[in-house]
């Protein structure tokens, strides 16, 4: 069965410096790869996803994440962080069985502060 | 929120009382989901739809059905509402072909008194 870590369960950052939030994932097959973001109150936002390709995915605000395969991570990356990126982050990998899956991790807060 | 709303947004029920979300979109996605989030959890999905009446369980179904008579509406129910039910419900959809991301509704804050 396929599964995502999230080893961090929050990331403090200062504004304008990069910011990362790191995702492992197990899949068997090739892995289709996303990011959301959540913010207070709201639903859950599509960032990125990587399906196949470049191993660098560009997204939404700025955002762009790594696919590694050797080391079975796609960590979320942006070279300047805002006060504005504070919010809840999940990865997710797509079951490839039925149903057009995801399965998410258990989240990271990131706190930017000025 | 990509064309997906949730009713009602806030719900403060009794125990042992039946419940009803809905969810309804206009973007004609054949697939819609069900999750609950809950702190230390994450997102978990409770149930799915492949198709008009096609539905299935995910990984946390015991305590809720699910209907789909219209591509548009998805409708989650608490047969018998508990305390362990309350939660924050989203649901989300996807149209499975060359794009499988979902997308979010606004979610529907549940309290089981």
């Known amino acids: 069965a396929q599964s995502v870590a999230q080893p961090e369960d929050q990331v403090n950052v200062a504004e304008g410096n990069p910011l990362t939030v790191k995702c492992t994932y197990s899949v068997s097959g090739n892995p289709y790869l996303f990011w959301y973001v959540q913010y207070p109150n709201r639903g859950l936002q599509f960032l990125l996803k990587y399906i196949t390709g470049d191993n660098l995915v560009k997204g939404s605000y700025g955002f762009e994440a790594e696919f590694n395969k050797s080391q079975t991570s796609f960590h979320l990356k942006k070279p300047s962080a805002l006060v504005s990126d504070s919010a809840l982050y999940f990865c997710?990998?797509?079951?490839?069985?039925?149903?057009?899956?995801?399965?998410f991790g258990g989240g990271t807060r990131v706190l930017v502060k000025p | 929120d990509a064309g997906i709303t949730q009713s009602p947004r806030h719900k403060v029920t009794e125990t042992g009382t039946p419940v009803t979300l809905r969810c309804h979109q206009t973007e004609n996605h054949r697939y819609m989901y069900w999750y609950r989030q809950d702190p230390g959890h994450g997102l978990r999905l409770i149930h799915y739809?492949?198709?008009?009446?096609?539905?299935d369980k995910g990984e946390v179904s015991d305590g809720y059905s699910v209907s789909r008579s219209k591509t548009e509406d998805f409708l989650l129910t608490l047969e018998s509402a508990t305390s362990s039910q309350t939660s924050v419900y989203f649901c989300?959809?996807?149209?499975?072909?060359?794009?499988?991301?979902?997308?979010f509704g606004p979610g529907t804050r549940l309290t089981v008194t």
């Open positions: 989300a959809i996807s149209s499975g072909t060359d794009s499988y991301e979902q997308y």
């Open positions: 739809s492949y198709g008009v009446k096609d539905t």
């Open positions: 997710a990998v797509r079951d490839g069985a039925a149903g057009n899956k995801l399965t």
